[in-house]
């Protein structure tokens, strides 16, 4: 049972650390993604003309798992395994 709680409380966790970490550079303008199984945040610096913004979505991290796993069965799923084969009857041959 122990096993059970450390493997509910290691998933837990994993869940909410962020597994990617983007930087993308526009100029002068940066931004910064993280990204998580269980949510999403983007945060853009503040800038002379500009204040600083932080955007989070709560959901937005499981909607992008759920989306990926989504493609990867539906690519999987339309290769066709199985080929249709016509076989002809031959003639009664009568002799």
Do not use: R
Not at 30 to 42: C, E, G, H, R, V
Request: hydrophobic share 35%; with cysteine; net charge negative.
């Amino acid at each position: 049972m122990k096993l059970l709680g450390s493997l509910v409380g290691l998933a837990a966790v994993l869940s909410v650390v962020p597994y990617k970490v983007e930087k993308k550079e526009c100029g002068e303008k940066k931004s910064y993604s993280l990204t998580s199984l269980t949510w999403k945040a983007n945060y853009t610096p503040d800038t002379e003309t500009e204040e600083a913004t932080l955007n989070i979505d709560l959901l937005g991290g499981l909607a992008d798992t759920v989306n990926t796993v989504k493609e990867l069965f539906t690519k999987e799923a339309n290769v066709d395994f199985c080929e249709t084969v016509i076989v002809e009857k031959e003639p009664d041959s009568q002799e």
